[in-house]
């Protein structure tokens, strides 16, 4: 909001300079943003009179003029004809730079010395008027600065009012704040409409049909009205606040709205049908056009001005044209309501617009104020008019709105704030901002809160006023009371933390998708339980709750493909929503919610490169990335395989703990389901529950000494049948070789010939250390024997190239 300092310091006694009274603003909450100092672009520029004027001797479209600026005549040459002998018009002199950027010289016009030049508007920047000079007032002092002249000598705050405090939307409002920081008296402009003519009871009748929407409604009328331009200086205030002038009723009532925030509408009562105001609701297909000249189709729900046949104003925002005040105006039936500030917010988000009215209405205006807002806006009009304010106000108000009365108790402000606050200051400051003390006890005060202030509502808002008013620079700094007692990070949070670093180490990227779904996607998922619908989806896409990841997941990698990703790796950490039997009984929700991870691969298995080899993704990197989670946790477990109607079913897992419990699972993407989501076969995901995983997950690993002495290598290939799974072969191999074997790990599997039909080769390499001693070749030769003959009477395999 622009804030004039000229107009404020009717107001208010103000500080020093502009950036001091800025600073004690922003300390108070009313953040200034910036400091305009208007006429800084007509420095140079004075009033000059016109003393002579006559034809250039070398053109006919020019004259030569002597001009008085204070200091003598001085030759101008012109090119305007708009002027006369004895008018004031704007000499900017040698020198001076016009808001355009051109430099004013003493120059020769066609053979004529020219020492200046006299302004249109438009060279002044003051408005697009190009058709002549600039002609200012006859009372206008030759050698004024043109600033002076015209009301622009201004400085201008711009300040962020916070949209909690629409009392502080107006100069009263600014200027109240400034007398209670300053500790000045505030001077409000006295309101002395002189009245006469009947009474306007008499003129115009007022009727609201919705009384919660419109609470209060109040009109005045002024006959012989004069409607023409308004008053210089009011013009120009307006003008340094960023409102054009109008014409003087129009500008009345911007003026009264920028100097108390509260909004008014001035009719041409004569285009008032019935001469009656009825405050409704608007019916089924009705239209108002209004003053920006469109036709709007309003809704049920916008409230409406109306007189005895159709609408005439939309609430709260804009003006109808129907009334529209206009030169041949000479009866105005002035408007000053209060309208509930939700239902203005919606008119104006409907219709798109945002004016200064539904700015201040949206935000909350001082219901009670109304009546000296509108004697204020009548006087000026009958001032500036020429007319005759009649009798009385019509106020239309069926149940007034009392003061709030919030209670503080004594020594609270002192103890919320952490620093003493004698009781006397805080009674001045909330007394100077306009609380009423009502009701004393010894322990509290009862605080009687300016319908305005719509901002305070309970203890801690009183509090608040306090402090801003004080200043919080006030409040001494110290370290906080009582004993630092950092609590452990969760555990979970831990698990999070780590699952990110090892698939992103992995090279993972994470996604983020919505937890709504279409019911097509889940559908294709044949295992996963029934879907919770939400009863107000945003669109049959989003319409149920996730019961799988891979829904999304899925469609991220669709998105990938048609940007021709080559390689995809990607993850999630989210929830899925699963039906509770029991759920939707008491306060028990309808659905459980559960963590998980998920993953896709799909594509290249490393980036392109002369080094690498153009192999495709499969089952043993989703298989890896599972690997890696784990291990960031230390989480022991063992892989099986699976049946799962969304896995291939020659590539599926299920993740178990060894301690027992499911984790998760992993496989290659069924082709009837890639099928239906329209996807293509070759994708690779997998499914880890975050809460198993942090059930099964040690943090903080056992610690184990390094190996004082040295591991003996040994290497074994079995041959076995093709479906017995690796993980039952190292557990034999580690259950027979303990304590001596450290390690088996596969480094090589191989099926085809020479070897026999259903059956594979399995190669493993065994680490045999022994805590205490150095192994002897005989004490691993042993325990290999007894290795082999183990696998062999377990699980029928037997060495490779034996048997």
């Known amino acids: 909001m622009r804030v004039s300092l000229s107009w404020l310091a009717e107001y208010a006694s103000l500080p020093g300079s502009p950036e001091a009274l800025a600073h004690k603003l922003t300390m108070a909450g009313l953040e200034v943003e910036g400091i305009e100092r208007l006429g800084e672009e007509l420095a140079g520029v004075v009033v000059a009179e016109v003393k002579e004027s006559a034809r250039h001797p070398n053109a006919d479209r020019l004259t030569v003029n002597r001009v008085d600026a204070g200091a003598g005549p001085v030759q101008i040459v012109c090119g305007a004809s708009n002027f006369k002998v004895g008018d004031k018009v704007s000499l900017a002199n040698p020198g001076t730079k016009l808001p355009s950027g051109a430099e004013i010289k003493v120059a020769s016009v066609r053979g004529v010395e020219s020492f200046g030049m006299l302004c249109s508007a438009k060279e002044l920047g003051l408005s697009d008027d190009a058709s002549g000079l600039l002609i200012l007032d006859a009372a206008a002092k030759p050698g004024t600065p043109l600033a002076r002249a015209l009301g622009l000598d201004d400085v201008i705050l711009e300040i962020n009012v916070t949209p909690n405090r629409p009392d502080a939307l107006c100069h009263l409002g600014i200027a109240r704040e400034v007398a209670v920081l300053t500790g000045q008296a505030l001077r409000p402009p006295a309101i002395r409409p002189a009245e006469g003519g009947g009474r306007a009871a008499d003129r115009v009748r007022i009727r609201i049909d919705d009384a919660a929407r419109c609470p209060r409604y109040v009109g005045r009328v002024i006959e012989g009205v004069s409607v023409k331009p308004g008053p210089a200086w009011m013009a120009a205030r307006l003008q340094a606040c960023g409102v054009r002038s109008i014409n003087n009723v129009v500008d009345v009532t911007n003026y009264v709205l920028l100097e108390y925030g509260q909004p008014l509408h001035a009719f041409d009562l004569d285009r008032v049908a019935g001469a009656e105001i009825v405050v409704r609701t608007a019916r089924p297909g009705e239209r108002l056009t209004t003053l920006d000249g469109k036709e709007r189709a309003l809704d049920a729900d916008d409230l409406l001005v109306c007189d005895r046949d159709h609408g005439q104003v939309l609430a709260g925002v804009m003006g109808g044209a129907d009334s529209e005040v206009s030169s041949s105006t000479r009866r105005i039936l002035l408007e000053c309501a209060h309208f509930l500030p939700a239902t203005v917010r919606r008119s104006s988000k409907r219709h798109g617009l ?261 192999e495709a993704a499969d089952f043993f990197d989703a298989k890896g990335a599972v690997e890696a989670v784990l291990s960031a946790l230390n989480v022991r477990a063992t892989f099986a395989v699976a049946d799962s109607p969304a896995y291939h079913p020659r590539a599926a897992a299920e993740v178990r703990c060894e301690s027992g419990g499911r984790l998760g699972s992993l496989g290659e993407l069924h082709p009837r389901v890639a099928k239906r989501l329209d996807v293509p076969a070759g994708i690779y995901l997998f499914q880890l529950e975050v809460e198993a995983l942090v059930r099964a997950a040690e943090p903080v690993p056992a610690y184990r000494p390094i190996g004082r002495f040295p591991a003996v290598l040994r290497d074994i290939a079995v041959v076995v049948p093709l479906e017995l799974r690796n993980e039952e072969v190292k557990s034999v191999i580690l259950e027979v070789g303990a304590p001596l074997v450290e390690d088996a790990v596969v480094f090589d599997v191989y099926s085809g010939k020479p070897l026999p039909e259903g059956r594979k080769n399995l190669a493993y390499a065994l680490r045999y250390r022994a805590a205490d001693r150095t192994l002897t070749d005989s004490e691993v030769s042993d325990a290999h024997q007894r290795i082999i003959q183990e696998v062999n009477r377990r699980l029928g395999a037997h060495l490779r190239g034996a048997g």
């Open 354 to 614: 945002h004016t200064e009215s539904s700015h201040r209405f949206e935000r909350g205006t001082d219901v009670n104020a109304i009546p000296e807002v509108i004697d204020r806006a009548a006087a000026l009009i009958a001032e500036t008019g020429k007319g005759t304010v009649l009798e009385g106000r019509v106020d239309a108000y069926p149940t007034p709105v009392a003061s709030r009365r919030v209670s503080l108790r004594h020594g609270r402000a002192g103890a919320v704030l952490g620093a003493p606050v004698p009781a006397e200051e805080s009674r001045r400051i909330l007394i100077a901002l306009g609380f009423t003390p009502e009701l004393e006890s010894p322990d509290a005060t009862s605080w009687a809160v300016p319908t305005r202030r719509v901002d305070v509502e309970r203890e801690e808002d009183l509090i608040e006023e306090i402090a801003r008013i004080r200043g919080y620079d006030a409040i001494p700094s110290s370290m906080p009371s009582g004993a630092a007692d950092l609590k452990a990070e969760p555990v979970e949070r831990e698990c999070e933390r780590r699952i990110r670093a090892a698939l992103a180490g992995s090279g993972f990227d994470e996604v983020v998708n919505y937890s709504f779904v279409a019911p097509a996607e889940l559908a294709a998922f044949a295992e996963r339980p029934e879907a919770i619908a939400l009863q107000n989806p945003l669109s049959v896409e989003q319409s149920v709750m996730r019961t799988t990841l891979y829904a999304g997941l899925l469609r991220n990698v669709s998105r990938n493909l048609r940007h021709q990703s080559e390689l995809l790796r990607l993850y999630e950490i989210g929830r899925v929503y699963l039906r509770d039997p029991e759920g939707g009984a008491g306060l028990r929700p309808v659905a459980m919610e559960v963590l998980e991870v998920a993953g896709a691969l799909y594509g290249r298995r490393a980036r392109r490169s002369w080094t690498a080899k153009d």
